[in-house]
C-alpha cells in the first residue's frame, strides 16, 4: 500500500530543513503498511527502517507499562503516598503526593525539573533521586489539581519502585521483562557498552533545525554515550520505530501480543481511561491535554474537534492514545481505527506548535491515506 499523502508530509519537511530523516512505521490491524527511512539518520549515514533512534519521552510507555506490571501483581496502589515505596520522599510536604498525582503528571513539583535538567545526565541515578526527594512541592500548587507535565521526576520515581519492588537494576527489567520478550531486541532504556558498540554504526543523531540550517550538534537528545547508558526511564530509549510500535500495538491488543501476555486487558483498560480530563498544563502553554496512566489522550473534545499540541490529528478518534518525544517522536494507537504509527523525525525544531504542526499533518495524511478519514 502506498502513502502518498503521508510521503508528501515528510517531504515538505525535510524541503523545509526540519529534519534531515524520518523514520517510519504503521500498522493497521496489526499488518504493517509502512516501514521505512527517508533521508539520513546521522551524518553521511542513510536512514533505514534499523536504524537506532531516540525515543525521547516516548520511552513513557515502556516505563509506564513495566510499572503497570507492578500494579497489576498489588505491589503498589494508585493511590498509594509515593513515600509509602520511597520513604525518603515523604518531607517537605511531599507525603501527600500520590503515586495517581505521578502517574498523571499532577504531582506539582515542576521547580524539580528545572534542578534535574543541566545535572540529570551527570550525576548517577542515585543523586537524581536524592535531588528530587530532597525537594518540597511547587509553591502555590496543590497536588491532583494542578497539571504540569514533568520530563524526568515523574519516570525517575516509577522506575526507582519497580526497581527497589523487583530487586534488581531498571535497566535490566526493561529488557529483560518487557522488551527480549516482546521480540523487540535492538530495543534499550539504557544501554550497557557492548551495546554501544555493537550498535555504533546504526546509532542515528538528533539534528538542531531550530534556525535556517540543520547542526549536528545543538539539540539536547540523549545521543552521547553516557546518556544512552545512564537510567533514564522517561528520555533515552533507543530503537527503531518498528520495535516501539510494539509497545503500543501491545496495549492496543489488550496487554498480549504474539502470545506472550505482559498485562492483564483489564490494567490495559484502566491505563487508557482518563485519569485527568479539562485540567490546564502548565507546561503546555495552559492547553487543557488529558491523560490515562502515563499516556497522553486525544484531547481534541476541548478545542472543538481541532488538533492540539502534540495531538494524533484531525482525524483520530476521542480513544486514541499514546505518547510524544520532544519535538522529535510519535507512538500512538487509534483503537477504534486499528491503528498504530511510530515516527521519529531527527530534528529538534525550535518550538512546540512547530512540531505539533509536523506531527498533526503527518497524522491526517497517514488516516487519510489509508481511508481511515
Same mark, same amino acid.
Given at each position: 500500500m502506498t502513502l502518498p499523502k503521508t510521503l508528501a508530509v515528510i517531504d515538505a519537511g525535510l524541503a523545509a530543513k526540519q529534519q534531515v530523516g524520518v523514520q517510519l512505521y504503521v500498522a493497521l490491524n496489526g499488518e504493517t503498511v509502512a516501514d521505512l527511512g527517508v533521508g539520513l539518520a546521522a551524518v553521511g549515514r542513510p536512514m533505514t527502517p534499523a536504524s537506532m533512534m531516540t525515543w525521547l519521552s516516548t520511552s513513557k510507555i515502556a516505563t509506564s507499562i513495566l510499572f503497570a506490571r507492578i500494579w497489576q501483581e498489588g505491589l503498589v496502589d494508585l493511590d498509594d503516598p509515593v513515600a509509602a515505596h520511597i520513604p525518603e520522599f515523604g518531607v517537605r510536604g511531599k507525603d501527600a503526593v500520590t503515586i495517581r498525582h505521578l502517574w498523571t503528571h499532577t504531582c506539582a513539583m515542576l521547580h524539580v525539573e528545572e534542578k534535574l535538567f543541566p545535572v540529570r545526565y551527570r550525576q548517577t541515578h542515585a543523586e537524581n533521586i536524592a535531588l528530587i526527594c530532597a525537594s518540597g512541592l511547587d509553591r502555590g500548587r496543590t497536588p491532583g489539581r494542578d497539571a504540569g507535565y514533568q520530563t524526568s521526576t515523574v519516570t525517575l520515581l516509577l522506575a526507582e519502585i519497580i526497581a527497589r519492588k523487583r530487586g534488581r537494576d531498571f535497566r535490566e527489567l526493561a529488557r529483560d521483562e518487557l522488551f527480549l520478550p516482546l521480540g523487540m531486541t535492538d530495543s534499550w532504556l539504557g544501554m550497557p557498552p557492548e551495546a554501544l558498540t555493537r550498535y555504533a554504526d546504526r546509532l542515528g543523531k538528533t539534528f538542531d533545525t531550530s534556525g535556517p540550517e540543520p547542526m549536528a550538534d545543538g539539540s539536547?537528545?540523549?545521543? @552521547?554515550?553516557?546518556?544512552?547508558?545512564?537510567?533514564?526511564? %522517561?528520555?533515552?530509549?533507543?530503537? *527503531?520505530?518498528?520495535?516501539? #510500535?510494539?509497545?503500543? @500495538?501491545?496495549?492496543?491488543?489488550?496487554?498480549?501480543?504474539? %502470545?506472550?501476555?505482559?498485562?492483564? *486487558?483489564?490494567?490495559?483498560? #484502566?491505563?487508557?481511561?482518563?485519569?485527568?480530563?479539562?485540567?490546564?498544563?502548565?507546561?503546555?502553554?495552559?492547553e487543557k491535554l488529558d491523560w490515562g496512566l502515563g499516556l497522553a489522550l486525544d484531547s481534541r473534545v476541548h478545542f472543538g474537534g481541532g488538533t492540539h499540541l502534540y495531538g494524533y490529528g484531525p482525524h483520530a478518534s476521542p480513544r486514541s492514545f499514546g505518547h510524544s518525544g520532544f519535538r522529535t517522536t510519535l507512538a500512538f494507537c487509534d483503537p477504534d481505527a486499528g491503528l498504530v504509527v511510530a515516527c521519529s523525525w531527527n530534528g529538534m525544531v525550535a518550538d512546540d506548535r512547530i512540531h505539533s504542526a509536523r506531527q498533526n499533518a503527518l497524522c491526517g495524511a497517514i488516516f487519510e491515506d489509508l481511508g481511515l478519514a
Open positions: 539536547f537528545a540523549p545521543d @552521547e554515550p553516557h546518556q544512552l547508558a545512564h537510567t533514564m526511564p %522517561g528520555g533515552n530509549g533507543r530503537g *527503531p520505530m518498528r520495535e516501539l #510500535a510494539r509497545v503500543v @500495538e501491545l496495549l492496543r491488543r489488550g496487554g498480549e501480543l504474539d %502470545g506472550v501476555r505482559i498485562l492483564s *486487558p483489564q490494567t490495559v483498560a #484502566a491505563m487508557t481511561a482518563r485519569h485527568r480530563c479539562g485540567l490546564p498544563d502548565v507546561s503546555f502553554e495552559n
